[in-house]
T-cell receptor
Framework: GENVEQHPSTLSVQEGDSAVIKCTYS??????FPWYKQELGKRPQLIID?????GEKKDQRIAVTLNKTAKHFSLHITETQPEDSAVYFC?????????????FGTGTKLQVIP | DGGITQSPKYLFRKEGQNVTLSCEQN?????MYWYRQDPGQGLRLIYY???????QKGDIAEGYSVSREKKESFPLTVTSAQKNPTAFYLC????????????FGPGTRLLVL
């Protein structure tokens, strides 16, 4: 089955700096890669996603890049703000015997220091 | 996200007791999922269902059971066989088809008395 590894597990940056979180996946058939932000005690919320036919996608301060050959994708947050502090999860969607199965990374706790 | 409800928000289980967590959606999504999240950890898949009356075991199905009698509902029962049930349980839905986003409910926190 699919295996998703996420690094780093914790990340501290100064306000205004950039943050980068990286994920690797094992199943070359995976075709959709969302990123979620989860605040303490809350549900994960989608912040950006990318499909396998695209190499990069940007939404204001957030961008995601995908390298299908190397099987890794990254989340980039620029001009970080204190409200960006949260846990971020990557995920990979793939087919599992005709069913859509999602495998999540273990999460990155991002702390933005004012 | 507002179209997915989970109840209760907090649930207390006594030893040997079965408890059922509710998940309801009005998004008309075909697929529904149950995840378990332990403190400081990622999401682990318990069960998922792509259509009514059909469901599949995820990675940690032991000690859990589900049913999918209606498209809108996917309840999860935590049985007494689950020896360490304390966790945050998240229900998610997904429109049918390939490469679609999952949306999460607000979660149920289960605690053992």
């Amino acid at each position: 089955g699919e295996n998703v590894e996420q690094h780093p597990s914790t990340l501290s940056v100064q306000e205004g700096d950039s943050a980068v979180i990286k994920c690797t996946y094992s199943d070359s058939a995976s075709n959709y890669f969302p990123w979620y932000k989860q605040e303490l005690g809350k549900r994960p919320q989608l912040i950006i996603d990318i499909r396998s036919n695209v190499g990069e996608k940007k939404d204001q301060r957030i961008a995601v890049t995908l390298n299908k050959t190397a099987k890794h994708f990254s989340l980039h947050i620029t001009e970080t703000q204190p409200e960006d502090s949260a846990v971020y999860f990557c995920a990979a969607h793939g087919d599992s015997g005709g069913y859509q199965k999602v495998t999540f990374g273990t999460g990155t706790k991002l702390q933005v220091i004012p | 996200d507002g179209g997915i409800t989970q109840s209760p928000k907090y649930l207390f289980r006594k030893e040997g007791q079965n408890v059922t967590l509710s998940c309801e959606q009005n998004l008309n999504h075909d697929a529904m999922y149950w995840y378990r999240q332990d403190p400081g950890q990622g999401l682990r898949l318990i069960y998922y269902s792509q259509i009514v009356n059909d469901f599949q075991k995820g990675d940690i199905a032991e000690g859990y059971s589900v049913s999918r009698e209606k498209k809108e509902s996917f309840p999860l029962t935590v049985t007494s066989a689950q020896k360490n049930p304390t966790a945050f349980y998240l229900c998610a839905t997904q429109k049918g088809g390939d490469a679609e986003t999952q949306y999460f409910g607000p979660g149920t926190r289960l605690l053992v008395l």
